[in-house]
C-alpha cells in the first residue's frame, strides 16, 4: 500500500492572495523571512486579509535563510504565548519551512527536535492550528510538501524533517508574488524544482498518481525556466505552476540523492553555505550519470528526455543527452558547472577533502537516500562529491 497527499485546498492564479480573508478562526500567526514580503507589499495585504477574516495577528519575523534551531524554538514559544489556530507562513521555502517545525513545537512543546528528525515520526498535529503556506519563490514547493529543512548550526548539518502531519492544510500559489524573485534566486529556484521533478520520477516509490505530475513539471520547467531567468513574466507565472506540481510529485515519490548531498553539503563548510538550488542543479548531471548503471533508472531517465524533445538511438544515448541539456540549462542559468568554481571559489578545497569522509557518510545516511535508484557504498558516495567539486567524468 502507498500513500498520495496533498493539501486540502490550493488557490492558484494572480490575486489569489486574497482567498486569506475567507480563512475561517479568531487568532493567525504570521510567519515571514528578512523584508521582501513587507518591501512588496504583500505581508500588509495578508495581514489585512485576515484581519477581514476576523482575526487578530501576530508577526514572527526575520526568519534567516536556511533556518536554524534556535530559530524555529524562538517561534514556536511566540506562538505558545499567542495561542493561534491559524500559522500563515509567507516567502521563500525557508519561512514556510521553519514554520512548519515551529507548529510541531507549538502544540507539543515537550518534543525535541532530535524526535522530529527521524523521518515520519511528528506526533500528530491540529490539535490547536491549521496551517497555510504562501510561497513566493518557484522551487522549494513546501506549500504542498511533507517535508521541512531546518539547519543544525552547531553541527554544521541540515535535516530535511519528513511527515504527512506537516503538509499544509491550504495552498495559495499566487504568480504575483513571484515576479518579484531577482534573477540569480530564480535559476537556483528554479533548478531545484527540475530536480525535484526528476528526482521523484526516477524514485523507487514513484507510481502512477506521481508520474504524471513529474514529467509535466519537467516538461514545463524546461520550456519555461531560462525564459523566466530572463524577465518573460508570463514564464515565470507557468514556473509557479511547474515548480508546484514537481512539490506534488516528490512529496509523494520521495527523492534521492541530488537531495542527500545537498542537505550534507550545504552548510559544511567554513567558507559559507552552498545555496540549495544551486548545489542541487550542479550534482544532478553528475548523479544521473552515477544511477543510470541501474537499467530501470537508465529507462526511466530515457523516457523524460523522450518527453522533452531530445533524441537519442538508445536509452544510455538519450541518458546522456538528458544530461548535456540540463548541463546547457546551468550554461545559460550562470549556474557553475562543480563546487570549485562555486561563488568564485569560496569552498576550500584541503577543508572539502578533509571533510569528505564524514560529508559522504552523512549523505549516505540522509532521509532521501532510501528511494534513490541505487544505493551508493561509502567509497561511491566519496567519488561522487570529487566529482562534484572537481567536475570529474562518472565512471563507476
Not at 503556506?133 to 521541512?148: C, D, H, K, L, N
Not at 578545497?349 to 557504498?377: H, Q, S, W, Y
Request: hydrophobic share 40%; net charge negative.
Amino acid at each position: 500500500m502507498a500513500r498520495f497527499t496533498l493539501p486540502r485546498d490550493l488557490y492558484h492564479g494572480k490575486g489569489s492572495l486574497d482567498e486569506l480573508k475567507n480563512l475561517k478562526g479568531s487568532k493567525a500567526a504570521v510567519v515571514v523571512g528578512g523584508g521582501s514580503m513587507k518591501r512588496f507589499g504583500f505581508l500588509d495585504r495578508a495581514v489585512e486579509n485576515l484581519k477581514a477574516a476576523g482575526m487578530e495577528v501576530l508577526l514572527i519575523e526575520n526568519v534567516e535563510p536556511d533556518p536554524s534551531v534556535e530559530t524555529v524554538m524562538r517561534g514556536a514559544k511566540e506562538m505558545q504565548a499567542f495561542q493561534p489556530d491559524w500559522i500563515v507562513a509567507m516567502g521563500g521555502g525557508s519561512p514556510i519551512d521553519a514554520a512548519k517545525a515551529m507548529w510541531a513545537f507549538y502544540e507539543y512543546p515537550e518534543t525535541t527536535f532530535e524526535q522530529l528528525t527521524v523521518p515520519f515520526n511528528f506526533p500528530t498535529l491540529r490539535t490547536k492550528a491549521r496551517f497555510c503556506a504562501v510561497p513566493s519563490t518557484s522551487g522549494t514547493a513546501t506549500e504542498v510538501t511533507a517535508f521541512s529543512v531546518i539547519t543544525d548550526y552547531q553541527k554544521g548539518v541540515k535535516y530535511p524533517l519528513a511527515d504527512f502531519n506537516i503538509t499544509p492544510d491550504v495552498a495559495i500559489v499566487d504568480p504575483d508574488l513571484a515576479e518579484k524573485m531577482p534573477q540569480k534566486l530564480t535559476a537556483h529556484t528554479g533548478m531545484d524544482a527540475m530536480t525535484h521533478a526528476i528526482e521523484a520520477y526516477v524514485s523507487t516509490a514513484n507510481c502512477d498518481y506521481t508520474d504524471g505530475l513529474a514529467l509535466h513539471a519537467i516538461k514545463m520547467i524546461h520550456n519555461d525556466l531560462i525564459k523566466s531567468y530572463n524577465g518573460d513574466m508570463e514564464a515565470r507565472d507557468r514556473m509557479h505552476n511547474a515548480q508546484c506540481l514537481a512539490g506534488m510529485a516528490f512529496s509523494n515519490a520521495l527523492l534521492g540523492i541530488v537531495h542527500s548531498m545537498a542537505h550534507k553539503t550545504g552548510a559544511a563548510y567554513s567558507g559559507g553555505h552552498i545555496v540549495h538550488g544551486c548545489a542541487n542543479a550542479m550534482y544532478l548531471p553528475k548523479v544521473i550519470k552515477y544511477n543510470a548503471k541501474n537499467e530501470a533508472a537508465a529507462r526511466r531517465y530515457a523516457e523524460i528526455a523522450r518527453f522533452i524533445g531530445l533524441d537519442g538511438a538508445c536509452d544510455n544515448c538519450l541518458v546522456d543527452a538528458l544530461i548535456a541539456e540540463l548541463r546547457k540549462m546551468n550554461q545559460a542559468l550562470n549556474i557553475p558547472a562543480c563546487i570549485k568554481e562555486y561563488e568564485g571559489g569560496i569552498i576550500d578545497e584541503k577543508e572539502f577533502m578533509e571533510k569528505l569522509p564524514k560529508v559522504a557518510e552523512l549523505a549516505i545516511g540522509d532521509a532521501c537516500t532510501g528511494t534513490n535508484p541505487r544505493i551508493p557504498t561509502q567509497e561511491e558516495m566519496e567519488k561522487l562529491l570529487k566529482a562534484c567539486f572537481y567536475d570529474e567524468e562518472i565512471d563507476f
